[in-house]
């Protein structure tokens, strides 16, 4: 079987879909997924069916089994239910990366239709820390319930995405250690993971007043863990302190990371988006006939270089 390999050796083994630009929440970090945020969704949403036909290809001609679904908060769509089942046949691992505010309402359903798993952020446990993050009120305990109905669902191995914020959760990963641990007992050990993520450049500029020293946090993870691991999508390094698998995720000016990105990404458009942190290289996909779509993934491989190998 052919697969997708850009010029500098990385094959790309898995799809991310951000099928929505919509949001329920304002996180004072959003990237966004490198897109604009449209609270009124005036532009065209890709349709469930290129999805579908793209997560089609992505498997059957370059051996792609793994989608991961993002927004915008992906819960918004409607039709979610429907990509996930439309997949399920020929995709390996699916997976949605969720704010968590509705998943206590559709956690059942997605497992029903075939969702293995999900990422919930979950910036801090403290309420009135959670509502300054998130521009939001009172969401965080549906947050906690979606957690909890999550893992009652089967969708695990659970990631809880935590952006570090200096001054604001950098203080929290002793307790976010513990309620993972608490989770656990709910679900069995290791059924959900910290993530805990490195800030990254968004439009909203004012968010880099809060990164927060990662150095800092890896020393502190390293001095505390039983055993540290490296996993190896993007050499990311695993911590292991007191009985929590603790991630971290580190993107920024790391060559290493971008050295090791397999991932591609769809926007909300359903045009192919090379990297993360450029938008001057989408590559559009304009039908769901399956020569075109290979043609264009194939194409979208010269517009992919490591980002900080280029501009670091």
């Not at 409607?78 to 691992?93: A, I, S, Y």
């Not at 608490?182 to 968004?202: A, F, H, M, W, Y």
């Amino acid at each position: 079987m052919e697969r997708l390999i850009d010029d500098y050796g990385r094959e790309i083994r898995s799809l991310r879909f951000a099928v929505t630009t919509r949001c329920n929440l304002n996180c004072i970090y959003c990237h966004a997924e490198g897109e604009k945020r449209d609270s009124t969704q005036q532009n065209p949403l890709i349709s469930a069916e290129l999805v579908i036909a793209i997560a089609r290809v992505a498997s059957t001609h370059f051996g792609i089994r793994r989608i991961k679904f993002s927004g915008g908060e992906p819960l918004m769509r409607n039709d979610l239910v429907d990509m996930v089942h439309g997949m399920r046949d020929f995709e390996g691992d699916i997976s949605v990366t969720t704010n968590g505010t509705l998943l206590s309402k559709y956690a059942a359903e997605l497992a029903d239709a075939g969702l293995n798993r999900v990422n919930v952020s979950l910036d801090s446990i403290k309420e009135e820390r959670y509502d300054f993050i998130t521009a939001s009120t009172g969401y965080l305990p549906k947050v906690i319930d979606g957690i909890y109905t999550a893992i009652d669902a089967g969708l695990t191995p659970l990631k809880l995405n935590t952006v570090l914020l200096k001054g604001l959760n950098d203080d929290e990963i002793t307790d976010l250690i513990d309620f993972v641990r608490e989770c656990n007992k709910r679900g069995g050990r290791d059924v959900v993971i910290l993530q805990l993520i490195e800030l990254i450049p968004s439009f909203k500029q004012s968010a880099q007043n809060y990164k927060a020293d990662f150095h800092a946090v890896e020393v502190q993870l390293a001095s505390r863990a039983s055993a540290i691991k490296t996993r190896r999508l993007q050499h990311r390094k695993k911590y292991f302190v007191d009985d929590v698998e603790v991630e971290v995720v580190h993107p920024i000016d790391n060559t290493e990371f971008c050295a090791n990105c397999s991932r591609l990404r769809i926007t909300s458009e359903g045009q192919i988006k090379p990297c993360l942190l450029r938008s001057d290289n989408h590559v559009p996909i304009e039908s769901e006939d399956e020569e075109h779509i290979v043609s264009r993934m194939k194409f979208a491989m010269k517009y992919r270089e490591p980002f900080f190998h280029t501009y670091g």
